[in-house]
């Protein structure tokens, strides 16, 4: 069938995996593809189309109030694959961790391990914060080296801790 004015089609969110509606509209193009391989195709020649609409909208992570530049990016960057890229996802949340004890405590030297023990025993952190960000450190490690796949489950946990901690270091105080 050919390409209409306006061509309505159902999709996965890249964001959550659950059912969306894509609403496009023709670049002067006559796209001459079925339901199936549409998507295909655009993938390859987005200049096509322009999007119109998305329903329901993809909704953006958000970071806590307060944080350093490179710490909100690397938050933001894990919450949006914590269902697309759980491994990823996981990853970056360990990091997230690690760059915001270089700024709270930047006399704490050495590995995250030790900079974690050392940012609770100087009273960055308390010690169950120390707790939770070994949690987050040991499941971004596993979700990076593990022979197994992080699972989307186990990334959303590491998105609660993780933003937990960084609220108490940089949200409360500011």
């Not at 590491?158 to 940089?170: A, G, I, K, Q, W």
């Amino acid at each position: 069938p050919a390409f209409r004015k306006e061509n309505h089609s159902f999709v996965n969110c890249g964001v959550c995996g659950r059912a969306a509606t894509w609403v496009v509209h023709p670049r002067g193009v006559n796209v001459t593809q079925d339901g199936f391989t549409l998507s295909a195709h655009l993938l390859k020649h987005p200049d096509e189309v322009r999007e119109l609409a998305f329903y329901p909208p993809p909704k953006t992570p958000d970071a806590p109030d307060h944080l350093p530049a490179n710490v909100k990016s690397y938050f933001l960057e894990a919450a949006a694959n914590v269902k697309t890229g759980p491994n990823a996802a996981g990853a970056m949340f360990r990091k997230s961790i690690d760059v915001a004890l270089k700024h709270v405590a930047p006399e704490a030297k050495g590995n995250l391990i030790s900079r974690i023990d050392q940012a609770a025993k100087i009273g960055k952190i308390t010690s169950d914060l120390a707790e939770w960000a070994h949690h987050v450190r040991l499941q971004g490690n596993d979700a990076a080296h593990d022979e197994d796949p992080f699972t989307s489950e186990e990334a959303e946990v590491l998105h609660r801790f993780t933003e937990l901690v960084l609220m108490y270091l940089f949200t409360l105080p500011g």
